[in-house]
């Protein structure tokens, strides 16, 4: 008896911390921060982590369903700054944004693409395939550029990433849109339960008819997809393509997911609980700036939630099991 209870009080515990501590964990960040850090609370800084967490949230939106499968992208920061820096040399070759947009997140795609083909052809880890791509992709753009920025974008270009319409800037509203698309994607499509059957026990998905490397290929697309939308929309925030930019985004990205409850181990998380973790680890970063917190102490501290995430995680599993 005394055993029952101890499993239903954990059980209900973790239901609980699942389902609203993440959001409490925000709110408690949130009021902390406007009480005890002096220029957190102003609309300008507000409007400025807005701003910041947007492109490191849309890679995350890509990444929740990559995670979800149980695989990891770790080229993501290598990948915003090839394709954001091939969107400005095309724009300015052929002064024109929409041909440009257009290359852009074609590029986003056939990455996606090629991620996911060759990880299911030959059954090659997710780590080790965008581990390549990481160096592949990083060692082009430096290549291409000589490593020198890359100016003279179109006038236009700069409203995407800087520009607001009434109070809101372009790209929240922009990422509010992916978030609603990707939120019924995955909740309200046999693409969504497909995902999740696969991720959860692949042998179990494909014995119950799911073609599970087709999810694969779809969800790297996807990924793909989102990557390009958050480097376009970075070098138009920065109005210039930066080839060493997006140096440690996976890293956020993947914090992001991790924090808003989504398993490494596959087949459990929620786009819901990626956009909380994205507002947390921003809102940690925006605090750690506006006390000049050493940047090498920053790595350490977001490496510190990061784990603190997985452990609670399997630490869940284990109370699951029990």
């Known amino acids: 008896m005394d055993t029952l209870n101890k499993n239903t009080i954990s059980k209900f515990i973790y239901d609980g911390l699942q389902k609203s501590g993440i959001l409490l964990i925000l709110i408690l960040l949130f009021l902390l921060s406007s009480v005890f850090v002096g220029g957190f609370f102003s609309v300008a800084n507000l409007t400025n982590v807005l701003r910041q967490i947007t492109v490191v949230t849309i890679i995350a939106l890509g990444a929740t369903f990559v995670i ?190 991790v924090v808003g409850g989504t398993s490494l181990a596959g087949g459990s998380g929620s786009i819901v609980g990626t956009i909380i973790g994205a507002m947390i680890v921003g809102i940690l970063n925006n605090i750690l700036n506006l006390i000049n917190v050493n940047s090498y102490w920053q790595q350490i501290t977001k490496g510190i939630i990061i784990l603190i995430a997985v452990i609670v995680d399997v630490v869940a599993k284990r109370t699951r099991r029990a």
């Open 68 to 257: 979800i499968l149980g695989h990891i992208n770790v080229a993501y920061g290598s990948e915003i700054a090839l394709i954001g820096c091939i969107t400005c040399k095309v724009m300015v070759l052929s002064g024109s944004l929409t041909v440009s947009l257009i290359v852009g997140l074609a590029l986003g795609l056939a990455i996606g693409a090629l991620n996911g083909y060759i990880i299911t052809w030959f059954s090659i880890p997710a780590f080790i395939m965008t581990l390549a791509i990481t160096t592949i992709a990083r060692g082009s753009v430096l290549l291409f550029t000589n490593a020198i920025p890359i100016t003279g974008m179109a006038k236009q270009f700069a409203f995407l990433g800087q520009g607001s319409l009434g109070f809101m800037p372009v790209s929240v509203l922009i990422l509010i849109v992916l978030f609603f698309a990707t939120w019924i994607l995955l909740n309200r499509t046999a693409f969504g339960r497909h995902l999740y059957a696969t991720g959860g026990n692949e042998s179990a998905a494909v014995a119950s008819g799911v073609k599970t490397k087709n999810i694969v290929r779809k969800a790297f697309l996807l990924d793909g997809l989102m990557t390009a939308i958050a480097g376009i929309l970075m070098m138009s925030r920065m109005n210039s393509g930066q080839p060493a930019s997006g140096v440690g985004y996976e890293f956020d990205a993947i914090t992001a997911v």
